[in-house]
């Protein structure tokens, strides 16, 4: 359960405060994704792609992904180091040609 934050005093402390905050829910994200594969390895993996999956499946290259989700072009999770894509979203996005180099 989420916990009310209140930020009083400067605002770097806010900002610290809002770091700390998304660093927890970084952490949390990850212990998600471990937690579907562990317990729903078919389905994980049938919803969604990492990098290298996508960069097959949409015929691109790896300046063009960065890209894409610079310009916020596609949605897409961080977890650590990995990045992963909603497999039916990107599908759809193709097919329908939103997603051009």
């Known amino acids: 359960m989420l916990q009310s934050v209140e930020f009083t005093g400067s605002s770097e ?9 998304y660093e927890a829910l970084c952490e949390l994200e990850q212990r998600l994704v471990k937690y579907q594969e562990l317990h729903y390895p078919d389905t994980f993996a049938e919803k969604y792609i990492d990098n290298d999956d996508l ?46 180099k």
Do not use: C
Not at 13 to 21: I, N, Q
């Open 13 to 21: 402390a806010a900002v610290l405060k809002l770091l700390e905050l």
């Open 55 to 100: 960069l097959i499946l949409a015929n691109i290259d790896k300046p063009t992904a960065q890209k894409w989700r610079k310009k916020k072009k596609i949605p897409y999770s961080h977890i650590g180091n990995k990045f992963y894509y909603n497999r039916k979203t990107i599908t759809q996005m193709l097919e329908d040609g939103s997603l051009s």
